[in-house]
Each structure stands twice: as C-alpha cells, then as structure tokens.
C-alpha cells in the first residue's frame, strides 16, 4: 500500500505562483511513476504532470513552461512547481504513484484556487 498527502493548494492571483507537495509513505520502494491530475468544476479529471524513476518529466500542454515537477527521493516527496497561474488552472489538484506491479494510488486533493 502507498499512501499520498497532498498539501501546498491555496488562493492566488493570476500570474502568481504556488508550490505544491505529495508526501509518499508505505510501500514507496514499489512506486514507478508519481504526477498530479487535476479536476476543475463540472470537468473530468485530467493530467497534469509526470515523472519517472530516472527523473524524467511528462506535461500536459496546457502547463508546459509553466509548471515543473520534482521529486526529493530522501523524503518520498514530489512537488508541482506552479508559475504564471492563470484562472482556468483552478482545480483540485490530486497526486498521483503508480507501482511497477501496475496498482494506482490516489491523494485526498487540495484546492488550488487562481483568481483574475
């Protein structure tokens, strides 16, 4: 089992910034890939951002060069770096870890909230 703690959502102006975190814990030695989805209001849940055991990154277009995403192996952590945050990134946003045996594992979300 792997569990998820999202923390980092909150409100911002347009163009502003945020940092969001997932803290892993549980059977981490068994994660592949971690990355965060994200689901506006009345919208299907979609990707936002991926990466690798070899630290390679995967984006969504609608954040690239935008957003980042890193991950702190000592600490089981993942982060979602946010710049340039525009209004239609209003979302809850959910990380995410998939194991190399294929089991998926979700976060609580936290609210990421971009005012104009």
């Known amino acids: 089992q792997v569990r998820l703690v999202e923390s980092g959502g909150a409100l911002v102006q347009a163009g502003g910034s945020l940092r969001l975190s997932c803290a892993a814990s549980?059977?981490?030695?068994?994660?592949?890939?971690m990355g965060w989805y994200r689901q506006g209001s009345g919208n299907e849940r979609e990707f936002v951002a991926l990466?690798?055991?070899?630290?390679?990154?995967t984006f969504a277009d609608t954040v690239k060069g935008r957003f980042t995403i890193s991950r702190d192996k000592d600490k089981n952590t993942v982060y979602l770096q946010m710049n340039s945050l525009k209004p239609e990134d209003t979302a809850v946003y959910y990380c995410?870890?998939?194991?190399?045996?294929?089991?998926?594992?979700w976060g609580q979300g936290t609210q990421v909230t971009v005012s104009s």
């Open positions: 995410n870890a998939e194991t190399h045996y294929g089991s998926v594992y």
């Open positions: 990466i690798r055991t070899g630290d390679s990154t």
């Open positions: 549980g059977s981490t030695f068994r994660i592949n890939t």
